[in-house]
């Protein structure tokens, strides 16, 4: 069988780990960007202990990797902007082990590492033939022009929320978007920190999130409501209006916030904007022979930190399914379900981001029992 993977971000580098030494296989796998390149990976993450339970129980070798290149997730604490504490969970209660911190270039090179051998780089996918046998061809430009590895019996779509596979095979996706902003960006000088593990702060429905990451660094997102047209004004990319944002009426900001409004000014513009939307969750084409993984299958909102977690669990469930001789439509019955839960349960997450809710009767509703079992059924049910 022949296997052809489309991008080696999170998912498909660890399906073509997975799969490196499976009997039958001939695998080879194609990254847009050049070698030790990492494209959009200027910002940090935080992985769930849902996607560290995958690793140690599919690749034990890359979880002991990544677990010695990050910093572990233990908590998550809920402050208002003047610092008064809502919420703080320690995540074993709800999980077998802890996540981790890490930038999105060190994610990036540990997991590419052990498949470069397998990776052709600089090539950008730009259409799909087919061959007489049926099998599906794709076409590539790179430096040199075309290229055409010929065919494959499966192509993996693991390139990303805007993938060009699933773009070709089943046309563009609808975006669906939450009404929200969404900003990042990763501070380098920041021995001064005044915090450590995963944190949000909330001034309103407006929201900071940030949190400590290896190599003395500091990630740090925002989020706040757009309005009716869903995009994102111009005015609201200003240091006044980030401040205006996150900063409590009648009181000072507390320390911590304070400080993320400190390096908003400074790193201006760095920082990275967006809003955020999902997309229909898609597994494979119609014919099953292109399969989609990660972003690229089941875009979705960032509340839970589940993105890149859920990436991480598609490459390795796929992994197993492939090696048992399933194809496209196992995998989607083996991931569908759970990909359909955890989206449902990020999307009923955000609530408080939302204009008109109560962020304190909100942030209070995450540690009663039925919110928390549900954060215990995403974080330990693992395939």
Known sequence: MRIGIIGTGVAGSLLAEALADAP???????????????AEAGTGLNVGPNAMKALRLHLPARHAALRAASLPWRRWFVDLADGTRLMDLDLLDVAEDHGMRIRWSELYRHLRAPVADRTRHGHVLEAIEEDAAGRLVPVFRTAEGLARPGGF?????????YSRLRALTCGEPESIPLGVCIWRLLVTEAADCPYDDYGQWFNGNHRLLSFRVPGGAVYIAGTFPLPRDGQIPEEMKTEAAQRALFTPAGAPPCPAVAWMLGKVATHLPDIHWARSATAPLLRHDPS????????????MVPTLGQGATQAVECGLVAASVIRTGGGAREVAAARDPRVAFVRDFSLEASDTL???????????????PDFLAKLRRTYTDVT
Do not use: N, S
């Open 288 to 299: 099953g022979r292109a399969l989609f993984l990660g972003d690229a299958a089941q875009a």
């Open 354 to 368: 939302v204009p008109g809710t109560d962020v304190v009767a909100g942030t209070r509703a995450k540690i009663a």
């Open 153 to 161: 019996d499966l192509l993996v779509g693991a390139d990303g929320r």
């Open 24 to 38: 039958g296989l001939d695998l080879l796998a194609f990254e847009r960007v050049a070698p030790g390149e990492h």
